[in-house]
């Protein structure tokens, strides 16, 4: 069965500029997690999506957003993107919200702002 | 606020040898640990997942224990070979959030 689909793979931005990632889940997967990851900080936990509400928020500031559709697709936006912005982004799936079923990873979106 | 730490944060290893990746947890009410492997710029792979009421499991080469009390799992890796090589996470589940170590990078010598 198809995993965790991610996309774009790579992007390059310009700094102020928006972004928009995306994130299929699992077929029957109804929670999607996203996470940043870099060098210095390492897995940062963004939000977690569940039956289109979002469950849980870390800590990142508003620029940060995300929607999940009726499909349980999801996307994540970065408005007004930042150098430090650029990092690894992560989604993740699982069949319900609180992590009893554990995640599955997608391979990500390498996002650069220059 | 639970605190993940992996230990050690490198090991090399000669090809065949067993051995031991550490993690440790500070609130020990969690839901289940999830360990990953991560090979560079790519994704997590879900390796071994524990439920709290666990106390291992096992796939393949792969044997990963859990001691709530203490706060600490162990992911066992037997015959090492080359392509084991990456770097190993392992992620603490409680109350809706879900924390990551600092992760092991592996490498396996031929």
């Known amino acids: 069965k198809a995993g965790v689909t991610q996309t774009p793979r790579y992007l390059i931005k310009t700094r102020g500029q928006q972004v928009t990632l995306s994130c299929s889940p699992i077929?029957?997967?109804?929670?999607v997690s996203w996470y940043q990851q870099t060098p210095g900080q390492g897995l940062q936990f963004l939000f977690e999506?569940?039956?289109?509400?979002?469950?849980n928020k870390g800590n990142f500031p508003g620029r940060f957003s995300g929607r999940q559709f009726s499909n349980s697709r999801s996307e994540m936006n970065v408005s007004t993107l930042e150098l430090g912005d650029s990092a690894l982004y992560l989604c993740?799936?699982?069949?319900?919200?609180?992590?009893?079923?554990?995640?599955?990873f997608g391979s990500g979106t390498r996002l650069t702002v220059v | 606020k639970q605190e993940v730490t992996q230990i050690p944060a490198a090991l090399s290893v000669p090809e065949g040898e067993n051995l031991v990746l550490n993690c440790s947890f500070t609130?020990?009410?969690?839901?289940?640990l999830q360990w990953f492997r991560q090979d560079p710029g790519k994704g997590l792979t879900s390796l071994l997942l524990?439920?709290?009421?666990?106390r291992e499991q096992t796939s393949g080469r792969l044997n990963a224990s859990l001691d709530k009390s203490s706060g600490r799992s162990t992911l066992y890796i037997a015959a090492s070979q080359p392509g084991d090589s990456a770097t190993y996470l392992c992620?603490?589940?409680?109350?809706?959030?879900?924390?990551f170590g600092a992760g092991t990078r592996l490498t396996v010598k031929p």
């Open positions: 993740a799936s699982s069949l319900e919200t609180g992590g009893l079923y554990g995640y599955t």
């Open positions: 077929s029957g997967h109804r929670s």
């Open positions: 999506y569940f039956s289109e509400t979002q469950r």
């Open positions: 609130d020990s009410a969690i839901y289940n």
């Open positions: 524990i439920q709290s009421s666990q």
């Open positions: 992620a603490v589940h409680n109350n809706n959030d879900m924390r």
